[in-house]
T-cell receptor, first 115, second 115 residues
Framework: GAVVSQHPSRVICKSGTSVKIECRSLDFQATTMFWYRQFPKQSLMLMATSNEGSKATYEQGVEKDKFLINHASLTLSTLTVTSAHPEDSSFYIC???????????FGDGTRLSIL | AQKITQTQPGMFVQEKEAVTLDCTYDTSDQSYGLFWYKQPSSGEMIFLIYQGSYDEQNATEGRYSLNFQKARKSANLVISASQLGDSAMYFCAIPPLSGNTPLVFGKGTRLSVIA
């Protein structure tokens, strides 16, 4: 089946650090990838839609300069949390799909803790 | 706009019993699909089962089956012979109206399986 690899699974770092999270589709090409944030006991909150070779589309309220998204190839998208602060601590999860009516396959998520 | 409603924030079921998780949806599409995902406490989102709106039979995947009632716009997930490992959050989802946006998720149901 389709596999999405997300790395790292857990990050603990100091305030002011920038953190990069990678999302790879291992056995399929994903023209579109999605980045979510999830708070405890809540559903997934879409942050942005990432398209290969073009700028990401951010949801309202998500700071583009804070959460930099790059989708350099059909198998890789990265999310960089720039100058992270404690309020950025959360669970971030990426997702990719092969086509509109195909299931979205998710990475295992990244638990980000900013001290 | 697409909408998913999951009215049960939490459910309990005895081990080895069957349980039904409710999902109703709203869509203006004539052709659509419904997805169910499982999210254990470790965080990963696991695709469980898909039902196409024009599929004549209810979808089944192992112990998972969909009770799809198109006229009622409901796509309930049935888990038979519950196991302790089934304890997790379960999300119902529907594809968007436009192609380049992600699945629309419900708020989820937390299932707890009791020994």
């Amino acid at each position: 089946g389709a596999v999405v690899s997300q790395h790292p699974s857990r990050v603990i770092c100091k305030s002011g650090t920038s953190v990069k999270i990678e999302c790879r589709s291992l056995d399929f090409q994903a023209t579109t990838m999605f980045w979510y944030r999830q708070f405890p006991k809540q559903s997934l909150m879409l942050m942005a839609t990432s398209n290969e070779g073009s700028k990401a589309t951010y949801e309202q309220g998500v700071e583009k300069d804070k959460f930099l998204i790059n989708h350099a190839s059909l198998t890789l998208s990265t999310l960089t949390v720039t100058s992270a602060h404690p309020e950025d601590s959360s669970f971030y999860i990426c997702s990719a799909r092969q086509g509109e009516y195909q299931p979205q396959h998710f990475g295992d998520g990244t638990r980000l803790s900013i001290l | 706009a697409q909408k998913i409603t999951q009215t049960q924030p939490g459910m309990f079921v005895q081990e080895k019993e069957a349980v039904t998780l409710d999902c109703t949806y709203d869509t203006s599409d004539q052709s659509y699909g419904l997805f169910w995902y499982k999210q254990p406490s470790s965080g990963e989102m696991i695709f469980l089962i898909y039902q196409g709106s024009y599929d004549e039979q209810n979808a089944t995947e192992g112990r998972y089956s969909l009770n799809f009632q198109k006229a009622r716009k409901s796509a309930n997930l049935v888990i038979s012979a519950s196991q302790l490992g089934d304890s997790a959050m379960y999300f119902c989802a529907i594809p968007p109206l436009s192609g380049n946006t992600p699945l629309v998720f419900g708020k989820g149901t937390r299932l707890s399986v009791i020994a």
